[in-house]
């Protein structure tokens, strides 16, 4: 299974992913619950962001990130585990996945206090 990069912040896009076996065989996801682990420099962190099946028997799902999913840049591992209802899981081979710095952007919304804004006045002037 390969693993698109993604760029540190950014959370518009989802990646999809096919789960394949080492005979490229695509893995039947059918009735699992997927949940997966970044691992950076040694520390194993759950995802965050949501894991969706997307076309199940094909092996197909989704990963919407978190914010913390992308929250830094490097070279990581992920891993995926997919919990089927009989109890019985798959897990994924741990696959490279790297993601992009980004510049630094403002992450946070423009303050809507009026003592910043540019725009005219609610209140009509006193006419003379």
Excluded: C
Aim: charged share 15%.
């Amino acid at each position: 299974m390969a693993l698109a990069n993604a760029v540190q912040h950014a959370r518009k896009r989802a990646q999809t992913i096919t789960w394949k076996d080492e005979d490229d065989a695509a893995i039947d996801l059918t009735g699992a619950t997927i949940t997966g682990i970044i691992e950076r420099a040694g520390v194993q962190t759950a995802i965050t962001g949501a894991l969706a099946l997307v076309t199940a028997a094909a092996g197909v799902f989704s990963w919407t990130y978190s914010a913390a999913d992308v929250a830094q840049a490097g070279a990581f591992f992920v891993q995926f585990r997919a919990k089927y209802s009989d109890s019985l899981s798959e897990i994924s081979y741990r696959t490279k996945w790297t993601v992009l710095p980004s510049f630094d952007f403002e992450l946070v919304s423009p303050s809507t206090s009026p003592s910043g804004s540019a725009s005219p006045s609610a209140s009509p002037s006193p006419s003379v």
